[in-house]
C-alpha cells in the first residue's frame, strides 16, 4: 500500500489532504513523499518533502521552481494565485536541525524580524508580503525581482576577460548608498551585502539589495543553540569585516565595508581571499586596480581594518561622490537579459563616456547632445571655464578691441555650434539630464547678462541725449 506522510511522521494513504492524526495540510506532500509502508523515516524528521514543481501552500502559493539553498532553508520561485497569479519568492525559514521543540521559539523569533522587514518601502528593496506557518516549516514571501545578480554577471565578463570599471562602480555606490541611507536611518544592517546579494533588475538596470541577514541570524542562531549553545556569527567570509565575523558586532561602517569589498571583487574579478594578506590581513586590491585618487581614497577609507577609521555613513560618502564626479543613473553598461523569458539574448546598457577625450578626439556623443548652445555663444570666454573647453579663452585675445572683436566672434559662433560636443567629450557628467540641465543654466545667465548690458547701453545712451538736448536747451 501506497502511504504518504506529514511531518510529524503521521503515515496517510496517498491523495489524502489533510493528516488524520494531527491535521496538518498534506498539499504539496505528494512530490517526493510517497513511500511503501514499512519503509523508514525518522518521526522527528523536520523536512520529510521537497516541494517540487507545481506543490501548493497554504491553499494559495504554487511552487514553479527551486531558487536555491543555504543554512536557513531553501528559497523557491511561486505563483500567487491570491494576487493574479504574480511571481513571489517563498523562503523556508526553518534550519534542517532544528528541533521540533523549538518550533514555537523560531516562530516568535521570525515574526519579530517579520515585523522589521514589513517596514521596509523602498523600490530597490523587494517587499515582504507575509510570513506563514505550513507544518513545522515557516516560510517568508518576498516580491520576485527579474534579472541577475552582480555575481552572476562577473562571471560572464570575467569570461570574455573583463570586468567591471571604475565609471560602474561609482554609479553602483551612488544607487545603492542612498538604500543602506535608508536603512540605516530605520536602524536595519544588512550584515551580508556581496555580489550575489545584489541584482541588477532587468527592466531598468537598478541594483536591488536582497537577502537581509536578520531573517538568516535567526535561522543560524537557532540551529547554533540546538546544536552547540552558543550563537552563529552571520556574514560572508571575506566580505564582512572581522569584528562582524568574530564577535557578531554589525554598525552602519559594517555594511559600508562589504560593499567596498564588492566593488573591488567587480573591478578585480577576484575573490577577497584572493586580495588580501593572510598573515598581515593588508589588503592588496591596490596592486591590482588603477583608481582615480578620489576613488581609490574612498575605497581605503571604507576597508580599514579598525571601526573608527572607516567612514560612520553613507551620506559621507556620497558627499564625496557628489562634488565631483557622478556617472548617469541610467545609463550602466551592466548585461541584463532582454527578450524572451528564458534569457538566450544579452544586450549591453547604454555607456555614459562623457569626459573620455577631448574635443578633437573621436569619442562618439550620444544622439540627445548635439545641438547649438546659446550659452556658448554668449558668453564664451565664460562658458568654456566650467565646461573645460578650454579653446574659449581665445575669446580673451580682443579684451582692448584691438582686433575689432573678430577672435570673440569668431569663438562664438564655433561654440555655439560644436560647445555641446566638446563640453561632452572634455569634461565628467552626471547624465545627459545633468549635462543639458548645465547647459540651460549657462543659456538663461548668458541672456540675462546681455539683456542687462543693453539696457545699461539704452539707458546710457538715453542720458547721453538728455545731457545734450539739455545743454542746447539750456535746462537746468
Not at 46 to 70: C, D, K, S
Not at 235 to 247: C, I, N, T
Not at 311 to 336: C, G, R
Not at 451 to 475: E, K, P
Request: aromatic content about 8%; charged content about 20%.
Amino acid at each position: 500500500m501506497i502511504l504518504i506522510k506529514c511531518s510529524n511522521g503521521h503515515e496517510n494513504p496517498a491523495g489524502s489532504r489533510f493528516c488524520a492524526s494531527c491535521g496538518e495540510s498534506l498539499l504539496g506532500t505528494s512530490a517526493g513523499t510517497l513511500q511503501n509502508k514499512g519503509a523508514s523515516a525518522p518521526a522527528s524528521q523536520a523536512h520529510p518533502f521537497e516541494l517540487l514543481p507545481g506543490t501548493q501552500l497554504r491553499n494559495r502559493y504554487i511552487i514553479l521552481r527551486q531558487l536555491g539553498q543555504g543554512g536557513f532553508g531553501k528559497t523557491y520561485l511561486a505563483e500567487d494565485t491570491g494576487r493574479f497569479n504574480e511571481a513571489v519568492v517563498l523562503k523556508e525559514l526553518i534550519p534542517s536541525l532544528l528541533g521540533t521543540g523549538a518550533i514555537e521559539k523560531a516562530a516568535q523569533l521570525f515574526e519579530r524580524e517579520a515585523v522589521t522587514l514589513h517596514k521596509l518601502q523602498h523600490p530597490q528593496i523587494p517587499r515582504f508580503w507575509e510570513l506563514f506557518r505550513e507544518g513545522k516549516r515557516l516560510f517568508l514571501v518576498q516580491e520576485w525581482v527579474e534579472g541577475e545578480t552582480f555575481d552572476a554577471l562577473l562571471r560572464k565578463r570575467v569570461q570574455r576577460g573583463e570586468c567591471f570599471r571604475e565609471a560602474e562602480i561609482v554609479q553602483l555606490f551612488c544607487q545603492l548608498l542612498p538604500v543602506l541611507s535608508y536603512l540605516h536611518r530605520l536602524g536595519v544592517i544588512h550584515r551580508d551585502i556581496s555580489p550575489d546579494n545584489i541584482i541588477c533588475r532587468e527592466r531598468d538596470g537598478m541594483p536591488v539589495l536582497i537577502d537581509f541577514g536578520g531573517v538568516k541570524q535567526v535561522a543560524l542562531e537557532l540551529a547554533g543553540v540546538s546544536e552547540s549553545g552558543s550563537a552563529t556569527r552571520l556574514g560572508k567570509s571575506g566580505y564582512a569585516p572581522d569584528e562582524q565575523m568574530r564577535l557578531g558586532i554589525a554598525a552602519p561602517h559594517s555594511d559600508l565595508y562589504a560593499l567596498a569589498v564588492t566593488a573591488v571583487v567587480l573591478m578585480t574579478g577576484k575573490q577577497p581571499q584572493e586580495l588580501i594578506d593572510p598573515l598581515s590581513m593588508d589588503w592588496l586590491w591596490e596592486k591590482q586596480l588603477k583608481l582615480s585618487p578620489k576613488l581609490k581614497g574612498i575605497l581605503t577609507r571604507m576597508l580599514a581594518q579598525q571601526p573608527v577609521e572607516r567612514f560612520q555613513s553613507a551620506e559621507e560618502i556620497l558627499q564625496l561622490l557628489d562634488s565631483k564626479w557622478v556617472p548617469p543613473a541610467t545609463q550602466l553598461s551592466y548585461t541584463v537579459s532582454v527578450g524572451s523569458k528564458t534569457g538566450t539574448h544579452a544586450a549591453p546598457a547604454p555607456v555614459n563616456n562623457s569626459g573620455e577625450g577631448g574635443i578633437f578626439s573621436a569619442t562618439p556623443v550620444p544622439a540627445e547632445i548635439p545641438g547649438w548652445n546659446w550659452g556658448a555663444f554668449l558668453l564664451p570666454g565664460f562658458w568654456c571655464l566650467t565646461n573645460h573647453v578650454w579653446i574659449g579663452l581665445i575669446a580673451w585675445v580682443d579684451i582692448t578691441l584691438v582686433t575689432g572683436g573678430l577672435p570673440s566672434l569668431t569663438v562664438a559662433f564655433i561654440l555655439g555650434a560644436k560647445g555641446n560636443e566638446w563640453a561632452w567629450k572634455s569634461r565628467r557628467w552626471k547624465s545627459v539630464a545633468a549635462f543639458k540641465s548645465h547647459q540651460r543654466a549657462w543659456a538663461t545667465a548668458g541672456c540675462l547678462i546681455w539683456i542687462l548690458i543693453l539696457l545699461a547701453v539704452l539707458l546710457l545712451v538715453f542720458g547721453i541725449v538728455f545731457l545734450g538736448l539739455s545743454a542746447i536747451m539750456g535746462w537746468d
